[in-house]
């Protein structure tokens, strides 16, 4: 039968009423609406969304739910310093490029491929964290395409020097769980007597391209991996819009709403040094392996527009 698309909005009803309460018209059969495979918001960026007059096989995405988006229902691994980037040195006065791993990580896959969402080409060589973004699809065509919430957990990137790299930083670049560019500098660490410090990243990622460091570092011995720091899917204004469970065997846990939550970033123009256009959450419970982390998200009337469920658009310096 193919798709049926039409300009909304739609308005369902059973019954009209007078002020005096007279039925003008009545339904008798009138109940609750009952849709096959449920509901879903549509992912209405330009380029998920849906156009006029595209082919039957084009994509379709969205978000399975529509008043609570269960949009994280995954398993991270335990978390490892050195998947993205051995241990190596990084010293520099000017500028140095980190190499990246070589072989896929606890949390990493190197070599994978995506589709770039700003204009479509095909970008390769990136490391995937946690594995690559999914899709549920469903249909002869694949035409209606979700997006898989066992697959979109990002993390914001851990770095470990040996000595004071306070005087230099390190610029990530990389993309999104939907495929678009993103960019970060972070300070270096301040060296302390009791051996290694290390930064994070405001930034959650899904992807990493390359990573840079410049300025003064002084560090023999940097790491790079990834931390209990998870990037939400959605864009989250506060810790009321969500519901975080942890669950282990038969055991499960509810996350008090404002416990490590950093609220989307609403500064006007993002940067390199802004936080998540999402928001972020830092686990209190390290991952495992074993333990499923499942978010539950409740977008605002307000961002339901076609960039509102996503945030601000992301900063890069790169496509």
Not at 31 to 53: M, S
Not at 140 to 164: F, K
Not at 294 to 314: N, R
Request: aromatic share 8%; with cysteine; net charge negative.
């Amino acid at each position: 039968m193919g798709v049926t698309p039409f300009s909304g909005p739609l308005v369902s009803y059973g019954l009209t009423q007078t002020a005096s309460g007279l039925d003008t018209e009545h339904n008798s059969q009138m109940g609750p609406n009952v849709f096959f495979q449920g509901h879903a918001i549509l992912d209405a960026r330009a380029f998920y969304g849906y156009n006029p007059g595209q082919p039957v096989t084009t994509p379709i995405k969205g978000w399975f739910g529509t008043d609570r988006i269960m949009a994280v229902d995954q398993v991270p691994t335990t978390a490892d310093e050195t998947s993205i980037a051995l241990t190596q040195s990084a010293t520099t006065t000017t500028t140095r490029t980190i190499t990246l791993s070589s072989v896929d990580g606890d949390n990493t896959t190197i070599n994978v491929s995506i589709t770039r969402a700003n204009d479509g080409a095909t970008v390769t060589g990136l490391i995937a964290i946690d594995t690559a973004m999914a899709s549920i699809t469903y249909g002869s065509d694949d035409t209606i395409s979700l997006w898989s919430p066992a697959t979109s957990l990002a993390r914001c990137v851990r770095i470990e020097g040996s000595s004071d790299d306070s005087g230099g930083a390190f610029t990530i670049k990389g993309y999104d769980i939907y495929g678009y560019a993103m960019e970060e500098t972070v300070v270096g660490s301040i060296s302390t007597t009791a051996g290694s410090t290390f930064v994070l990243t405001q930034k959650a990622f899904k992807y990493i391209s390359t990573i840079t460091a410049s300025g003064t570092i002084n560090s023999t011995g940097v790491t790079i991996g990834v931390a209990d720091t998870y990037g939400f899917p959605l864009a989250v204004p506060n810790g009321s819009r969500v519901l975080i469970g942890i669950s282990s065997g038969t055991q499960f846990s509810t996350v008090t709403a404002s416990t490590g939550i950093v609220a989307a970033s609403t500064v006007a123009t993002q940067t390199s040094t802004t936080p998540d256009v999402r928001g972020t959450w830092s686990s209190t419970t390290a991952a495992d392996g074993t333990r499923r982390y499942t978010i539950y998200i409740s977008p605002s009337p307000a961002a339901l527009g076609s960039s509102g469920l996503f945030g601000a658009t992301q900063y890069s310096s790169f496509s």
